[in-house]
């Protein structure tokens, strides 16, 4: 398997990272996930965007250009022969003497690694999940901003953790207000039937970015969709007894697409129509995207 690192192909086993980087030492960094179909990575420009975001939010510097970016995604997804796969970008502020000024580093630490998609349990689609409320909450806003896709992610793991003691595969954490915020690596969905927010139509809801969360390029997709669709969309602050009262469930990250949830803590929700709708024309667009990229002629799809 080959990884790249800083700014050459290198096999996984000589892929390594000094104990003195403060990614390792202080999770001082950004990090992006992406999802590769049949060779072409899905939304590229809008994944380096946030990346870009992300490591503006921290006072990072990108080593490399947006197109030097996706050559080295690509040389690395083409040197693994890969079709289906997972590729994680990570940045970090880089090696340097203990300590927390980020000026001690010189260079950042630029990595991405490919490898062969694995999917979910289908049982996850069929059933649907399980999800608990932790009790651990949501960073806060104008602590680390949840909108910093960083790589500290304890706080995410403290809720797992949480999630897991229960039975439950993904946590849900609320912000320091009581409002639902988002998964450990996930957005959350919900929908109320009419009547529920005075509407006369089934209503799809999902906390607004000022809860706290971030903002997912795939919540982002399901809510175009849902709006071109004619569903009713509703982002705003919801509480946990909201959820409890609703009659559909889902999260949606880029490696999960659109999975539905059967149960939150001990309410349980039938597989709704909405979620099936909403995850079949997520596939879709992913299916017109993939297209259009191939159809696009010579670009930076497709080193061979
Ligand atoms: N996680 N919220 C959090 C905290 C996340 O970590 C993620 C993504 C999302 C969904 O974002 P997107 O739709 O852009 O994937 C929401 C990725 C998959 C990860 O941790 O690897």
Redesign the pocket.
């Known amino acids: 398997m080959h990884v790249y690192l800083n700014n050459k192909l290198v096999l996984s086993s000589d892929a390594k990272v000094s104990v003195f980087d403060h990614g390792f030492l202080y999770g001082d960094g950004v990090f992006e ?1 992406m999802r590769v179909y049949d060779g072409v990575v899905f939304m590229l420009d809008e994944h380096l965007s946030r990346l870009y975001r992300s490591a503006s939010m921290i006072g990072l510097d990108l080593p490399l250009n947006f197109d030097s970016i996706k050559v080295a995604i690509y040389e690395t997804i083409n040197a693994n022969s890969l079709k289906d796969a997972y590729v994680r970008l990570t940045l970090s502020r880089g090696y340097g003497p203990v300590g927390l000024d980020p000026e001690l580093c010189k260079e950042p630490t630029f990595i991405v690694i490919a490898e062969e998609f694995r999917e979910y349990p289908r049982t996850f689609y069929e059933n649907g999940i399980k999800l608990a409320i932790a009790e651990t909450r949501r960073n806060l806003k104008k602590a680390i901003n ?1 909108q910093i ?1 960083s790589l500290n992610f304890l706080n ?1 793991i403290l809720a797992k953790m949480e999630a897991k003691d229960r039975g439950a595969y993904e946590a849900l954490m609320l912000n320091v207000s009581g409002h639902l915020t ?6 959350v969905f919900f929908v109320s039937d009419a009547g529920a927010y005075g509407g006369h139509t089934p209503l799809l809801c999902t906390p607004s970015t000022s809860c706290g ?2 903002d ?4 982002g997709i399901v809510l175009d969709i849902a709006v071109r669709d004619g569903v009713m969309v509703k982002e705003g602050e919801f509480t946990r007894e909201d959820i409890y009262k609703a009659s559909e469930v889902f999260i ?4 999960m697409e659109v999975m539905p949830v059967r149960q939150v803590d001990e309410v349980s929700y039938k597989a709704g129509n909405i979620t099936k709708l909403l995850h079949k024309a997520y596939r879709e667009e992913v299916r017109a995207y993939v297209t259009n990229i191939k159809g696009s002629g010579p670009s930076l799809w497709g080193y061979e």
């Open positions: 996930t949840p896709k995410n988002e998964g450990t690596i996930s957005n969360i971030l997912g390029i795939t919540r949606t990250n880029t490696t």
